[in-house]
């Protein structure tokens, strides 16, 4: 079918589809492993985001499964999609990297620091860099410390960073434990997981699973959510295995045969998402879960509040002696029932994450 006569599917109705997809319509009784490889890795530049991104989609979530994971090495801190830091599970690690691996060279390639290291053979660095991180993990000082004796004239730091860009690094515990701190602590992914990346990766695969949660999307949605380049000729390739749709603007989205279809007119309950949930950034045209005149802009250092299925306001928590304070930011109006259950929400969320607080609060401000 030519993307001229695929039916239309309205902004509503993708809407209340991502959130089907997304398990953000109810809570479900599935396992943190299954979640996070149903949602292709979770965002975590902060180490809660993924308890959060969790608990607002798991039915009596317990952070200590997820906490678990990590501590035994069945799930991962890297370097992912768009290059960011995301949570992933040991075997998505080492099927996905060898696909990503391209995004993290071209964003080294970008970065400021590699007009630091003209002149500098920087195979030679990541040897080394592999060889000192691989007989311990190590912060990005200490590496860099580490690599400054084979290239003393040059800055500490961008030697660390070519490493972070150029090798499959992961972060140990007790980074990104629950209850625990500590400093951003790497290795390798082949020696932290005592087996090597996958030989034969599967792009095609990668890209249903994207279509699977995040559907139906184009090609720029694709791109947009991984980074990857070339995806035209992927797509055609999948293309006998796709369904095809349209927006309401015309563009062509694909999808998997059985994907989830959810009524547009569905309620959709108050969620409280994490600072950089996927759900909001793994799309060109955001319409879809953005109210209009908002954008990603707003979350900068707020979680998301999805109303009626999409962002309508931001939450943060600030702590000071033993008090953790919730402040909920509406930017839009809401009805009595709405804020009843955005009250209630918060409240839930506040205590899973402030536990150890002697007073809580939830303030809200905004329209």
Same mark, same amino acid.
């Given at each position: 079918?030519?993307?001229?006569?695929?039916?239309?599917?309205?902004?509503? %109705?993708?809407?209340?589809?991502?959130? /089907?997809?997304?398990?953000?319509?109810?809570?479900?009784?599935?396992?943190?492993?299954?979640?996070?490889?149903?949602?292709?890795?979770?965002?975590?530049?902060?180490?809660?985001?993924?308890?959060?991104?969790?608990?607002?989609?798991?039915?009596?979530?317990?952070?200590?499964?997820?906490?678990?994971?990590?501590?035994?090495?069945?799930?991962?801190?890297?370097?992912?999609?768009?290059?960011?830091?995301?949570?992933?599970?040991?075997?998505?690690?080492?099927?996905?990297?060898?696909?990503?691996?391209?995004?993290?060279?071209?964003?080294?390639?970008?970065?400021?620091?590699?007009?630091?290291?003209?002149?500098?053979?920087?195979?030679?660095?990541?040897?080394?860099?592999?060889?000192?991180? &691989?007989?311990?993990?190590?912060?990005?000082?200490?590496?860099?410390? %580490?690599?400054?004796?084979?290239?003393?004239?040059?800055?500490?730091?961008?030697?660390?960073?070519?490493?972070?860009?150029?090798?499959?690094?992961?972060?140990?515990?007790?980074?990104?434990?629950?209850?625990?701190?500590?400093?951003?602590?790497?290795?390798?992914?082949?020696?932290?997981?005592?087996?090597?990346?996958?030989?034969?990766?599967?792009?095609?695969?990668?890209?249903?699973?994207?279509?699977? %949660?995040?559907?139906?999307?184009?090609?720029?949605?694709?791109?947009?959510?991984?980074?990857?380049? /070339?995806?035209?000729?992927?797509? &055609?390739?999948?293309?006998?295995?796709?369904?095809?749709?349209?927006?309401?603007?015309?563009?062509?989205?694909?999808?998997?045969? *059985?994907?989830?279809?959810?009524? &547009?007119?569905?309620?959709?309950?108050?969620?409280?998402?994490?600072?950089?949930?996927?759900?909001?950034?793994?799309?060109?045209?955001?319409?879809?879960?953005?109210?209009?005149?908002?954008?990603?802009?707003?979350?900068?250092?707020?979680?998301?509040?999805?109303?009626?299925?999409?962002?309508?306001?931001?939450?943060?928590?600030?702590?000071?002696?033993?008090?953790?304070?919730?402040?909920?930011?509406?930017?839009?109006?809401?009805?009595?029932?709405?804020?009843?259950?955005? &009250?209630?929400?918060?409240?839930?969320?506040?205590?899973?994450?402030?536990?150890?607080? *002697?007073?809580?609060?939830?303030?809200?401000?905004?329209?």
């Amino acid at each position: 079918m030519t993307a001229a006569h695929a039916p239309v599917l309205t902004r509503r %109705a993708l809407n209340r589809t991502l959130l /089907g997809r997304q398990l953000l319509l109810e809570r479900v009784d599935r396992t943190p492993t299954d979640i996070v490889e149903h949602l292709v890795g979770l965002q975590a530049q902060e180490p809660i985001d993924p308890y959060v991104a969790l608990w607002t989609r798991i039915d009596g979530f317990d952070p200590m499964e997820l906490s678990a994971m990590i501590e035994e090495r069945r799930a991962v801190r890297m370097g992912h999609l768009r290059g960011t830091l995301h949570l992933v599970t040991a075997r998505d690690c080492r099927a996905h990297y060898p696909i990503l691996a391209d995004v993290m060279a071209r964003s080294w390639k970008s970065s400021p620091f590699i007009k630091q290291l003209v002149g500098v053979d920087v195979e030679a660095v990541i040897a080394a860099a592999r060889q000192a991180l &691989e007989a311990r993990p190590r912060t990005p000082s200490e590496l860099g410390a %580490a690599l400054a004796s084979g290239w003393p004239d040059r800055a500490p730091t961008a030697l660390a960073y070519a490493a972070r860009f150029l090798l499959p690094l992961v972060q140990v515990p007790p980074r990104g434990l629950w209850g625990m701190t500590g400093r951003p602590t790497n290795t390798t992914a082949e020696a932290w997981l005592g087996v090597p990346m996958d030989e034969d990766p599967s792009i095609d695969g990668l890209l249903l699973r994207y279509l699977a %949660a995040f559907g139906p999307a184009t090609v720029g949605d694709m791109r947009v959510w991984s980074w990857l380049t /070339g995806l035209r000729e992927v797509v &055609e390739r999948l293309r006998p295995q796709l369904r095809t749709f349209r927006d309401e603007a015309g563009r062509e989205l694909l999808d998997i045969q *059985d994907g989830q279809f959810v009524d &547009e007119g569905t309620p959709a309950p108050i969620r409280f998402l994490p600072y950089y949930d996927n759900v909001f950034l793994s799309h060109d045209d955001r319409s879809r879960i953005f109210t209009p005149g908002i954008t990603v802009n707003e979350l900068t250092w707020h979680g998301g509040v999805l109303v009626d299925g999409f962002v309508g306001a931001g939450w943060r928590i600030a702590r000071a002696r033993g008090r953790a304070t919730m402040t909920v930011t509406r930017y839009i109006p809401v009805d009595s029932d709405q804020q009843g259950d955005m &009250e209630a929400e918060a409240d839930r969320l506040l205590a899973f994450l402030a536990s150890d607080a *002697d007073q809580r609060d939830v303030v809200f401000a905004g329209a």
